[in-house]
């Protein structure tokens, strides 16, 4: 049986870079952001919920999903991020089921999954690994990467679970607060470890 490890941490953590790593040694990675573009890809059942509920604001002119129109919503309200999450969420489970099911020949998939702790899910992996960086290098990776001000970035932050409750969670633990390499260099330990413990 293929063990599942869950790859998470906060937002602009260096999650992608860490997956990208895992595949480069052959690991299968599902993504979780991945998943969800699929759920909302144009003419989705989940996308016409969304416009049902949010009004035609919630979709590009082209009929897409608008992220950015509906993160600022979310961020600022509550409730609305509770609706959206009930109507993408269930959806997100039941394709990324099917997708962790397939048959793989490795002793372990890992499982991208940013917002683990949010969607309560951290009892559903074997191991979970935390993309771990303090708050002020997410907060400038953010800013730099979304082009947005410094109180959308905390707003962002605040949206997600702390960093402590993450790295609680944590059976491993990769730094991503100096170089690419560093980053690198830990997945490739870390996956060595895989190997032999599953």
């Not at 997600?160 to 491993?172: F, I, P, S």
């Not at 607060?177 to 599953?198: I, K, N």
């Amino acid at each position: 049986m293929t063990a599942l490890v869950a790859l998470t941490g906060g937002i602009a953590s260096g999650k992608s870079s860490a997956a990208r790593q895992f595949e480069s040694l052959g690991i299968r990675v599902t993504d979780a952001d991945d998943v969800a573009a699929e759920v909302l890809s144009r003419g989705s059942p989940v996308l016409d919920a969304i416009r049902e509920t949010f009004g035609a604001g919630a979709l590009t002119a082209h009929g897409d999903y608008n992220r950015k129109a509906m993160r600022e919503l979310v961020f600022g309200d509550e409730r609305a991020r509770e609706q959206l999450n009930a109507i993408v969420h269930p959806a997100v489970r039941e394709l990324t089921q099917r997708k962790l099911s397939r048959p793989c020949d490795m002793p372990y998939q890992i499982w991208s999954i940013p917002l683990l702790l949010e969607t309560q899910q951290q009892s559903v992996p074997d191991r979970i690994v935390v993309v771990d960086v303090p708050e002020d290098i997410q907060i400038e990776r953010v800013m730099a990467r979304d082009g947005v001000s410094e109180t959308s970035a905390r707003r962002a932050l605040a949206a997600q679970t702390g960093r402590h409750e993450r790295l609680a969670v944590a059976d491993y633990v990769i730094h991503n607060d100096s170089s690419v390499e560093a980053l690198t260099s830990q997945v490739d330990f870390l996956h060595q470890r895989l190997m032999e413990e599953l």
